[in-house]
């Protein structure tokens, strides 16, 4: 095989394998896929009082790298929304976020806390919601902006499962992984 043939054959691997992941970033879910399913998922019915999470953070390669619990509490003033947020990592950690939300028409909502980069925006169908954001995360005292994907399944009126894909620059650095209960 000539270089010239060799390089050809490299680089035809090369596209095959870049297309490839296009066809496969193409055929991740979409929130209305969900448009039939019960319960129908109201994130100010559902974020109302108290509430219990339990979770877990995962490497890129999976590996859980961290777990935590944390307690919530939701109020609604009209289309106005706060959520507190505190959270106890296993490594003795802790943190809290307030949430600023806003519910906009068609099941839409957007929401900023102070570790936000820019606005939170999000959208319900059937049981399910899809909320994306950035989050300034300290990793080893530099601060990187991580892109979220979280995808929340509501299972019943009192829990629901949270999924979420942590990216960087497009690539994959981690994913979490919660459940959350209303205790009232």
């Known amino acids: 095989m000539t270089i010239f043939n060799h390089f050809i054959h490299h680089c035809s691997r090369l596209f095959g394998a870049i297309f490839v992941s296009f066809l496969l970033v193409g055929c991740s879910a979409n929130i209305s896929d969900y448009q039939s399913t019960t319960p129908a998922f ?14 877990m953070v995962q490497n890129r390669d ?5 777990r935590f619990r944390a307690d919530l509490i939701g109020s609604w003033e009209g289309n106005k929304g706060l959520l507190e947020e ?11 976020r307030v949430w600023n939300l806003m519910k906009h028409g068609d099941n839409n909502y957007s929401g900023v806390a102070s570790d936000t980069v820019g606005e939170a925006t999000g959208q319900s169908q059937g049981f399910a ?10 990793v080893d005292g530099t601060t990187w902006d991580i892109d979220l994907n979280d995808w929340i399944y509501q299972l019943d009126e009192s829990r629901l499962i949270n999924q979420t894909e942590m990216t960087k620059w497009g690539f ?10 209303k205790l009232d």
Request: charged share 25%.
């Open 42 to 55: 109201n994130m100010k019915t559902f974020f109302d009082g108290k509430l219990a999470a339990y979770g």
């Open 62 to 66: 999976g590996k859980v790298i961290r």
């Open 86 to 96: 505190d959270f106890f990592y296993d490594d003795g950690e802790t943190q809290r």
């Open 129 to 138: 919601f899809n909320w994306r954001y950035t989050l300034a995360i300290d």
């Open 172 to 181: 994959n650095v981690g994913q979490i992984t919660l459940i959350i209960e």
